[in-house]
């Protein structure tokens, strides 16, 4: 079917205008109907999250995501645009700086050009949804980037401070009929914060004293972290009073969410010319280092710990296997304890210590207390489920184990030939028929074991020596 490409073909063919946000209503509506899931690749959020939002929208509120960063804040935003049409048509005149509604032009020359043109002699585009979305990062931003400034050259040309022709449009009055989101309000100017106050309660846009009115339509999203959020003079009151829903956003409620978000947001290809086969116990443990970051006292509470710090430790761990794998020609290759102390430069810079809690240590030994706490946490729960005595019984006979990242699997075989039958049980993985993930097996249990004080560790050079 072709698109009408005129006001007069537009009329015949039985469009209507809509408000933003009552486009997203009428879509949001119909997905509602049809069962569709509403944000794909969006885990964890079903019951508490997504209606929120869902309410929100068909309230045909402005929003504010309030949550800790790799909350997955901007994403949903960003997935906001699959609620608007797939098109929409505007006025395709080349001066107008935005993308008026064909019927009810907000512009004064989309006013004059629709009063001095034929219907039929009117043209029009259409404005696919992808491009109706528009964000901005706060720290930095200028009130001319985002709402607008007087150009000067137009002045020069005669034109009065007070048209509108004299004005050179920022980014929000260009993203009428379309979504904005503004990331980090609390660090957003304060002569900004008084701007977009103004858009949100007249939806006019005023520059320099000079109110220039318009009928902006818009959803304008926002994000934040409540530490700073709720801070004292951070965001004006009038700004906060006009936001109409807060969306309260949080971790991963559980550890196999967590991991399942990693392994999705990860991408990582484990077949190839060097396979890898992740046991679940290091999937575990690596969103447990995670999850113990976030509960400790080393590490700043009001910052958070993002979900791409797991994502990118997952990826450090399955490089540092594969690596390993193309060296020594083992395949499948398989993480291990020992490919964890590659960490540090996938995790320093993500980690924001908490300087009262931290004391004098540095980023790496924090680091270091938050993987060995992890390792314990889990091991633990495999003593739980499966029994110390089994696990651990075939290193208590003083036998002696150097093991490390580079050392070939073959040598973990030669040192310990019997796997007791609990462990293929233990870990879902086939310990005893495979010398690669008995490697990786044995690493965690000696692990769990100096974590939990039952044998002494040793380190030198990337090697480390168990022994009881």
């Known amino acids: 079917m072709n698109r009408p490409t005129n006001l007069a073909e537009l009329r015949e063919s039985g469009w209507k205008s809509k408000t933003v946000k009552r486009e997203i209503y009428d879509n ?12 794909p690749g969006i885990v964890g959020y079903d019951d508490t999250v997504i209606p929120d939002i869902v309410l929100a929208l068909l309230s045909e509120h402005d929003m ?6 790799g909350q997955a804040k901007s994403r949903i935003m960003r997935l906001l645009i699959r609620f608007l049409d797939p098109e929409i048509p505007y006025l395709d ?5 935005v993308h008026d509604d064909p019927y009810q032009p907000i512009t004064s020359i989309g006013k004059k050009f629709l009063a001095d043109t034929p219907e039929h ?15 901005r990062l706060a720290p930095g931003t200028k009130f001319a980037d985002v709402i607008g400034e007087i150009d000067p050259a137009k002045l020069a040309h005669g034109e009065s401070m007070s048209a509108e022709s004299a004005l050179h449009f920022g980014l ?9 989101a503004m990331n980090e309000l609390p660090e957003l100017d304060e002569l900004v ?6 858009i949100l309660e007249e939806r006019d846009v005023q520059i320099r004293g000079y109110p220039i009115r318009f009928d902006l339509d818009m959803l304008i999203l926002f994000s934040s972290n409540p530490s700073t959020f709720n801070r004292s003079g951070k965001v004006i009151p009038q700004l906060k009073d006009r936001i109409g829903s807060v969306i309260h956003t949080h971790y991963p409620r559980d550890r196999a969410l967590g991991i399942e978000i990693m392994e999705q947001e990860a991408s990582v290809e484990l077949a190839g010319e060097v396979p890898v086969v992740v046991p679940y116990f290091m999937r575990e443990i690596i969103e447990q280092i995670t999850v113990a970051a976030r509960a400790s006292k080393y590490v700043d509470h009001d910052s958070g710990v993002s979900a791409r710090f797991s994502i990118a430790n997952y990826r450090m761990m399955v490089a540092a296997a594969r690596r390993r794998g193309a060296v020594l020609n083992e395949k499948p290759a398989v993480p291990r304890i020992s490919d964890l102390g590659h960490l540090y430069s996938s995790s320093l810079g ?4 908490d300087l009262m809690g931290a004391n004098q240590m540095s980023e790496r030994q924090v680091l270091d207390a938050i993987v060995a706490q992890a390792i314990q946490d889990v091991f633990q729960e495999y003593i739980v489920e499966h029994g110390l005595a089994e696990i651990g019984e075939i290193f208590a006979q003083g036998i002696k184990i150097e093991v490390g990242n580079m050392l070939p699997s073959s040598e973990y075989a030669e040192r310990l030939k019997r796997v007791p039958p609990v462990w293929d049980k233990a870990f879902e993985v086939n310990a005893s028929g495979d010398e690669a993930i008995r490697a990786s097996c044995i690493e965690f249990v000696l692990a769990g074991l100096y974590a939990n004080s039952k ?14």
Do not use: C
Not at 28 to 39: H, I, K, T
Not at 121 to 135: C, F, G, K, L
């Open 93 to 97: 005149i080349p001066e107008s700086p």
């Open 172 to 180: 929000i009055p260009r993203m009428h009929r379309g979504i904005f």
């Open 193 to 198: 914060q008084v701007g977009l106050f103004n």
């Open 455 to 468: 044998i002494s560790r040793s380190q030198d050079h990337g090697r480390i020596v168990y022994e009881t």
């Open 64 to 69: 504010l995501f309030l949550g800790e960063k």
């Open 28 to 39: 949001l509506m119909q997905a509602l109907q049809d069962g569709d899931e509403l944000f």
């Open 350 to 353: 993500k980690l924001e210590l």
């Open 121 to 135: 002699e009117v043209p029009i585009a259409w404005w696919p949804r992808e491009d109706r979305y528009a964000e």
